[in-house]
Nanobody
Framework: VQLQASGGGLVQAGGSLRLSCAAS????????MGWFRQAPGKEREFVAA????????YYADSVKGRFTISRDGAKNTVALQMNSVTPEDTAAYYC???????????????????WGQGTLVTVSS
């Protein structure tokens, strides 16, 4: 199983960036796909997730209203639209997928089955 993330790069504060992730090697549709990020010297933190069966997205408070997660139906692809970015959004962004539906308490924890390699987002001030 491989998750390939793309779309990272350098962007100015206040700008926008769109990350994409596609999973390959799976014979089934994952229930939950999400994004986490890790800044230098910090722990990996939850950004957003979307569940095929729950029917709604979930966001970290720090990105709510600025980022939008989306998924292409039952396909194992997920995107993260990042608007109004700030230097605090600078991090390596990782996409993740979980085969089964996760408990709400687990959605925000890095316990997903599959992980991508990360794509770097740098926001300049």
């Amino acid at each position: 199983v491989q998750l390939q993330a793309s779309g990272g790069g350098l962007v100015q504060a206040g700008g926008s960036l769109r990350l994409s992730c596609a999973a390959s090697g799976l014979t089934f549709s994952c229930d939950t796909m999400g994004w986490f990020r890790q800044a230098p010297g910090k722990e990996r933190e939850f950004v957003a997730a979307i569940s095929r069966t729950r029917g709604q997205p979930y966001y970290a408070d720090s990105v709510k209203g600025r980022f939008t997660i989306s998924r292409d139906g039952a396909k194992n692809t997920v995107a993260l639209q990042m608007n109004s970015v700030t230097p605090e959004d600078t991090a390596a962004y990782y996409c993740a997928a979980n085969g089964n539906r996760l408990a709400l308490s687990a959605l925000t924890r890095p316990l997903y089955d599959f992980w991508g390699q990360g794509t770097l987002v740098t926001v300049s001030s």
